[in-house]
């Protein structure tokens, strides 16, 4: 049993060793000039990265070996993502970063399988990004309880109205994910609200 932790926790030390080189090999070069630069001239360099993440097999460490991932424990990618983090870039060149990484979860859980098939795996190969739409200019912050915008339902399509700001990764995404009062009556003010894929 000790002969297997201490080789988990050596395989672990050589993860993150692979992930802490390519950063200082081929991420932080890249830093000044795609954020203090032209984020979208710098695009086909970051989709080069996001390739080679791919080919050394680090791309979306979250997700589960049968997804394409690392299949690691949420210990083990809370250690992958505390390296990530020392970059700007480091989660959006593995295809872990917010909204998406948080929109992969839900829709793994709650979406349908057209769903998933249209949207969530081209998510989870980073062929698409995503964003989410939750905060509104006329509430302060990003309560779930404090919603104006609605979603009526009518007939198999929902009517959506409302103002949304703050659209985390909005520029370039292929749907968003927006948080609306679907049943505005229910006691329970955590259970109005529902959370409707546009493209």
């Known amino acids: 049993m000790e002969r297997n932790l201490n080789r ?6 050589n993860l993150l060793e692979q992930y802490e080189d390519f950063l200082k090999q081929h991420v932080y070069p890249l830093e000044m000039e795609a954020i203090y630069g032209s984020f979208k001239a710098t695009l086909p360099k970051l989709q080069e990265l996001r390739q080679k993440a791919k080919d050394k097999g680090l791309f979306a460490p979250h997700l589960s070996l049968s997804e394409g991932g690392l299949g690691l424990s949420l210990q083990e990618f809370g250690r992958i993502s505390e390296t990530l983090g020392r970059s700007p870039l480091g989660h959006f060149i593995f295809n872990c970063q917010a909204p998406d990484i ?17 949207y969530l795996l081209p998510l989870q190969k980073g062929e ?18 404090h919603l104006s915008t609605t979603a009526v339902r009518i007939g198999d ?14 520029d370039g995404a292929a749907f968003t994910i927006v948080m609306a009062v679907t049943d505005p009556n229910n ?3 955590y259970q109005r609200a529902s959370m409707i894929l546009v493209p």
Do not use: D
Request: net charge negative; hydrophobic share 35%.
């Open 8 to 13: 988990n926790i050596t395989g672990m030390e």
């Open 187 to 189: 006691s329970n003010p």
């Open 102 to 118: 948080g929109n992969m979860e839900l829709m793994h859980q709650f979406a349908s399988q057209t769903l998933k098939e249209r």
């Open 157 to 170: 399509e929902y009517i959506i109205n409302g103002h949304k700001w703050f659209t985390s990764s909005a």
């Open 128 to 145: 698409i990004r995503s964003c989410f739409a939750m905060t509104e200019p006329e509430h302060a912050g990003s309560n779930p309880v």
